[in-house]
């Protein structure tokens, strides 16, 4: 409760330092607030050790960009999202384009509406672009932990994030890395997404093979792209190619040509039950996995909480429209 009241208390100060404090020093502060808050939140939840020879834990994932709820007919249709999401019987599921009373899609709480028909109760909201879009994480687990975080530069047209949650598995922490990345065609597009993947990077603690990180979201990038190269460099396992069937095509929807949403692990992972789910519920078609730590149960080692760890507290650029070519909402 206490850590609850300290951001409640903060986030209208990091609206006043918006208009007073120039970027870079409130990002200094954002990270001395996001460490004091988790600090206390990683001693006090830790999940229990998992029993010596019990059988390893699964955590089923889902990644969608829902396009505000809108499906291939351009007609707004949550339940059509949900039945979807349902199909894959995710514990866990990372929202990109999730709205929040935006009028674009008649003011409807995508998040809080799908937390409700999901049964998925424990929410973290990242309002990037304004307070009314950006990513979700709904989970049926409780976090242990969370954060919320801009991705660089700060003056994107629709400035993109990064959602990070702490997750109880097998005894040991899961890290969830949950994001959108800039979208567009070109060079300076690209080098875009080249400075958020190494923001990306630098949230990976601890040695390769003992991170228990996953990295979900639609990454706007080919499997050929310099971003991608980028992730496969630090160490990181793209899931679909470690246990997918098929292309992995994922958008647009309903005849997808291009593999830009993926879920990565870091190698003290394994991964099975890969699939991308067929919807006309949005322009992007869901993509599905099950995750579970490597090694014993009960020998997990919890990865280190460093950094600038987290906080509800975050800046409020405003929100401008762009036009996509792919996209009746202006977004990919």
Same mark, same amino acid.
Not at 59 to 86: K, M, P
Not at 295 to 311: D, F, I, K, V, Y
């Given at each position: ?14 609206? =006043? ?9 409130? #990002? ?20 229990? &050790?998992?029993? &010596? ?29 949900? #039945? ?10 990372? /929202? ?8 674009? %899609? ?11 028909? /999901? ?21 049926? #687990? ?36 949950? =994001? ?27 040695? &390769?093979?003992?991170?228990? =990180?996953?990295?979900?979201?639609? /990454? %706007? ?9 980028? /992730? ?36 003290? +992972? ?22 579970? *730590? ?10 280190? *909480?460093?950094? %600038? ?8 650029? #405003? ?8 996209? &009746? +909402?202006?977004?990919?």
């Amino acid at each position: 409760a206490a850590l609850l009241g300290l951001a409640a208390v903060a986030a209208p100060a990091a609206t =006043t330092a918006e208009r007073r404090w120039p970027a870079a020093a409130r #990002r200094r502060l954002l990270g001395l607030a996001a460490t004091l808050l988790l600090a206390p939140a990683a001693l006090l939840f830790r999940p229990a &050790p998992a029993a &010596p020879g019990a059988p390893p834990e699964r955590l089923r994932i889902v990644t969608y960009n829902v396009h505000c709820g809108a499906g291939v007919d351009g007609d707004l249709d949550l339940e059509a999202i949900a #039945r979807t999401i349902e199909a894959a019987s995710p514990e866990v599921v990372a /929202l990109q384009e999730a709205s929040r009373g935006w009028l674009v %899609n008649g003011g409807v709480d995508l998040v809080a509406w799908l937390a409700r028909r /999901l049964a998925m109760p424990h929410v973290v909201f990242g309002g990037h672009a304004g307070r009314t879009w950006g990513n979700a994480v709904l989970s049926r #687990r409780p976090f242990l932990a969370a954060a919320v975080e801009p991705l660089p530069p700060a003056d994107l047209a629709i400035p993109r994030g990064l959602i990070d949650v702490r997750l109880p598995l097998d005894g040991g922490v899961l890290t969830l890395l949950a =994001t959108h990345l800039h979208a567009g065609d070109g060079t300076a597009s690209g080098a875009v997404r080249l400075r958020q993947v190494a923001a990306l990077r630098r949230r990976l603690a601890g040695p &390769p093979a003992a991170r228990h =990180t996953v990295i979900a979201g639609d /990454l %706007n990038a080919a499997p050929g792209a310099a971003a991608i190269a980028r /992730l496969r460099r630090a160490g990181l396992i793209d899931a679909w190619s470690e246990a997918g069937v098929g292309d992995g095509e994922t958008y647009p929807s309903p005849a997808a040509r291009e593999r830009i949403d993926y879920l990565w692990i870091t190698p003290d +992972l394994a991964v099975s039950k890969v699939r991308v789910l067929p919807s006309l519920a949005s322009d992007h078609l869901p993509l599905t996995a099950e995750i579970r *730590l490597r090694g014993p149960a009960g020998s997990r080692e919890e990865p280190a *909480l460093t950094g %600038n760890r987290a906080s509800y507290l975050r800046t409020r650029p #405003r929100s401008r429209q762009i036009s996509h070519r792919h996209s &009746p +909402l202006g977004m990919k």
